[in-house]
């Protein structure tokens, strides 16, 4: 059932520009799965499914595909469209995003694999990301203000 709810989900949001998880769910009723947000929530994170701004300027849910050639640009440009500031405290960075764009600047950023950062945690608007040390908090920070700049 896990299997096949996946499947719907990839097809409900490559169909339709979806930007909710209540959205979703209520898609996911129509077609006869029986769902929680709860259990929503826990397949957008499974599927690496992220909030992307489209051509409109509104946000929807999106697959980021680890195969795509074109991969660090579009994290590249999750971070351009999204963040709005970053601070580093010791080695922690908390990173502003517009609002419901901080899970996918989180997901951009693990996916990059950057090195230096131990891991993410997303809100709504906001991603605290942990450095290994305060010199790699700085470090990340400056990479993240080039990505801005371009």
Partial sequence: MKTERHEKIL????????????ELAARLKEAGFKVTQATVSRDIRALKITKVTGKDGRSRYAVLQDDSAELGDRYTRVLREALTSIDVGQNMLVIKTMPGMAMGVAAALDAMKWEEILGSIAGDDTVMCVAGTAGQAEETARRLREILKK
């Fill in 11 to 22: 097809e409900i949001i490559g169909q339709y520009d979806v930007d909710t998880q209540e």
